[in-house]
């Protein structure tokens, strides 16, 4: 076995997967926040707190996690694509903090003018964080500019068209997520509303969903190769079509009133853009000239790291099922988590 040539290929699957499980975990809760500017009603808000409040502070673990590979594993692109997304990175980790701040902060001050307050920085921080996760994605997509092995861009490279409009699709699917999280463990007037709002975000995310689609092959020529070239397309070809697929089914689930349905599909959609954004820049980890191998840690690191996440991700995905099965089910009007 060449560890030289599978380790980096071994890290690059768990790091993808800490990305997908954050997104999964973190992004509800995040759309949530965000939704509180379509939901006014105080005791309708406090009910949708109340569905992520025993969990939400543990889904940032899996950001830890991905940041902690990218560091030890992958040092060349650590130290790349950090100087490269200084700017959405802070203002990401800032927004995240104010969000917690705002979260705790809006129950203690209930009753008061300043709840009002924290409720708005509660929506701010959800929508300010979600909009850099995407827009550092794009960022990231589209090529960072290197020289000798180092960012050798300005500040502002990341912010592009392209960059926004993952912000706000990515924006636009935490918010789905939300909804229809919402209307798994909802019930009444407030579920109802979910799968309202439902419907109009999963319309605005496929078409973020196609224009990131139709753009992204553009950006470079191995992306469009990637997409177009025989036998490449027989395997991304699943992709757009399982979308359509999601999305049949997503309807139904929403005319039929299912509960866990929807939810699963937005998912669904998440899987599927992360798995085509995958295929697409593969094997490049800093796009367009840096792959795994050119950036990843000798072999003896990576095997040390390796062996003490073989042992901790098992207890982190534990307490993570376990918190999660523990605080299932509908949250009413008369639950409450503080």
Known sequence: MDLTYWLPIIWAVILVAAISIYVILDGFD??????FALERDPVRRNVMVSTIAPVWDGNETWMVLGGAVLYGVFPGAYGTLLPAFYLPIILMLLALIFRGVAFEFRIMTHGTGREKLWNVGF???????????????????????VVDGAFAGSALDWLTPFSILCGLAVMCGYALLGATWLIWRTTGALEASCRRWASKLAIGLFVGIVAVSLWTPLLHAPYLRRWTDWPNIVFVLPVPVLVAVLGVLFVRGLRHEHSKGPFLCALGWFFLCLSGLGITVWPYIVPPGLTLWDVSAPPSSQLFQLVG??????????????????????????????
């Not at 995040?30 to 939704?35: D, E, N, R, S």
């Not at 921080?125 to 827009?135: D, E, L, T």
């Not at 996440?309 to 523990?326: A, G, K």
């Open 123 to 145: 929506m701010a921080g959800s929508g300010i964080a979600a909009f850099c996760q995407g827009a550092i994605l794009g960022g990231v997509v589209q090529g960072v500019k």
């Open 309 to 338: 996440t073989v042992i901790l991700l098992p207890i982190i995905l534990t307490y993570t099922i376990y918190s999660y099965r523990v605080f299932r089910g509908k949250v009413t009007e008369t639950d409450g988590y503080h």
């Open 30 to 35: 995040l759309g949530i926040g965000m939704l």
